[in-house]
């Protein structure tokens, strides 16, 4: 079993750049691929980005495509996602989600085993 925590979420202007991070823990960190998620109120959780074991393969949503980049340090068991030209829609709840499935990048929050407990992010326009 690992164990996720977010940080790095916190209240910024329109066109600011920010990077998430999630440290993992209890677990072999290379045995998954990971993932980013975005939640709001009221709807469920969005794909945003996912990475597999070794950092050669990612997948991104439309909506964050040339603007977020997914990377992982293995050696320090931790994942990242650094946003650029954030706007108010990408304001929510951010988790990160680990996959025991290393080679795969899936946007469906149902194949992912772990969850962290979210780090907020609000950008003002």
């Known amino acids: 079993q690992v164990e996720l925590v977010e940080s790095g979420g916190r209240a910024v202007q329109a066109g600011d750049s920010l990077r998430l991070s999630c440290l993992a823990s209890r677990g072999i960190f290379s045995d998954y691929a990971m993932g980013w998620f975005r939640q709001t109120p009221g709807k469920p959780s969005d794909f945003v980005a996912a990475?597999?074991?070794?950092?050669?393969?990612?997948l991104y949503a439309d909506a964050v495509k040339g603007r977020f980049t997914i990377s992982r340090d293995n050696n320090r068991n931790t994942v990242y996602l650094h946003m650029t030209n954030l706007t108010p829609d990408d304001s929510g709840e951010y988790y990160c989600?680990?996959?025991?499935?290393?080679?795969?990048?899936?946007?469906?929050?149902?194949?992912?085993?772990?969850w962290g407990q979210g780090t907020r992010v609000t950008v003002s326009s």
């Open positions: 990475i597999n074991w070794i950092g050669g393969g990612t």
């Open positions: 989600a680990a996959d025991y499935r290393p080679g795969i990048v899936a946007p469906e929050p149902r194949v992912y085993d772990y």
